[in-house]
């Protein structure tokens, strides 16, 4: 089996106040979180335009966590050397958004980050097959990407199972990351089915008591606490 033993919490800064997003930063790297994830997107794969490399840089000083970016984008392979440069850890690419996959994985292997490739909830994994020796991570998307605040889709959860079966063909650990209507009982879920980073929004940025709890509440729900 080829899945990473330790769970991982991926606060997203779509949903944190774009006015204070360094102390949206530290707030989830002193609740534990270990990933901070980071939704670019460029009002063409999907409407809304966010951010890009700059927001990365700016916020690599204030935390050492890993930064796992999201590529909403058409041409991502266009943007691997920037983003690179800024400081990121680990780029995910949408299958839909690349007419050559491999080679845009094997790219972002080359400048030295984890590889990762998104499917859209329509998508078949079929494909990751083909790139399996070049992947890190697979995010299998559990809304339709662009926007937060989104419900859970179900029916993703027999799709992670699929590519837990597919993943453990793998000579090495490969994250089954899932992204959209994330909260303690859906990662619960999707944990049950064989992901192990869950990135989470509203029910981080948005949790009432505090972006802490947030995390805490994931934490104790997948019993990493
Ligand atoms: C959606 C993004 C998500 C988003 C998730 O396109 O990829 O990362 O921030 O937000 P929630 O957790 O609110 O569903
Ligand atoms: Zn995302």
């Given at each position: 089996?080829?899945?990473?033993?330790?769970?991982?919490?991926?606060?997203?800064?779509?949903?944190?106040?774009?006015?204070?997003?360094?102390?949206?930063?530290?707030?989830?790297?002193?609740?534990?979180?270990?990933?901070?994830?980071?939704?670019?997107?460029?009002?063409?794969?999907?409407?809304?335009?966010?951010?890009?490399?700059?927001?990365?840089?700016?916020?690599?000083?204030?935390?050492?966590?890993?930064?796992?970016?999201?590529?909403?984008?058409?041409?991502?392979?266009?943007?691997?050397?920037?983003?690179?440069?800024?400081?990121?850890?680990?780029?995910?690419?949408?299958?839909?958004?690349?007419?050559?996959?491999?080679?845009?994985?094997q790219?972002?292997?080359?400048?030295?980050?984890?590889?990762?490739?998104?499917?859209?909830?329509?998508?078949s994994?079929?494909?990751?097959?083909?790139?399996?020796?070049?992947?890190?991570?697979?995010?299998?998307?559990?809304?339709?990407?662009?926007?937060?605040?989104?419900?859970?889709?179900?029916?993703?959860?027999?799709?992670?199972?699929?590519?837990?079966?597919?993943?453990?063909?793998?000579?090495?650990?490969?994250?089954?990351?899932?992204d959209?209507?994330?909260?303690?009982?859906?990662?619960?879920?999707?944990?049950?089915?064989?992901?192990?980073?869950?990135?989470?929004?509203?029910?981080?940025?948005?949790?009432?008591?505090?972006?802490?709890?947030?995390?805490?509440?994931?934490?104790?729900?997948?019993?990493?606490?």
């Open positions: 089996m080829s899945l990473p033993q330790k769970k991982v919490i991926a606060p997203s800064l779509l949903s944190a106040d774009f006015g204070h997003m360094a102390d949206s930063a530290v707030i989830a790297k002193e609740g534990g979180a270990e990933y901070l994830h980071f939704d670019v997107m460029d009002g063409a794969f999907v409407p809304p335009i966010t951010f890009g490399p700059q927001m990365v840089s700016a916020l690599r000083p204030v935390t050492d966590q890993f930064f796992d970016i999201h590529l909403m984008i058409e041409h991502p392979e266009r943007q691997i050397e920037s983003f690179a440069k800024a400081g990121a850890n680990g780029v995910t690419v949408h299958v839909e958004a690349c007419t050559h996959l491999q080679r845009v994985l790219q972002i292997r080359e400048a030295g980050m984890k590889a990762g490739v998104a499917f859209n909830p329509h998508s994994v079929d494909a990751l097959e083909w790139v399996l020796d070049t992947a890190d991570l697979v995010l299998v998307m559990t809304v339709n990407p662009g926007y937060g605040g989104q419900k859970f889709l179900p029916l993703m959860l027999h799709k992670i199972a699929e590519v837990r079966d597919i993943v453990s063909k793998a000579p090495h650990d490969i994250h089954i990351e899932v959209g209507g994330i909260t303690p009982e859906t990662a619960a879920k999707c944990a049950m089915q064989g992901a192990t980073a869950f990135v989470a929004g509203t029910s981080v940025y948005g949790n009432p008591k505090g972006a802490s709890e947030g995390i805490a509440a994931l934490k104790g729900a997948l019993h990493e606490r």
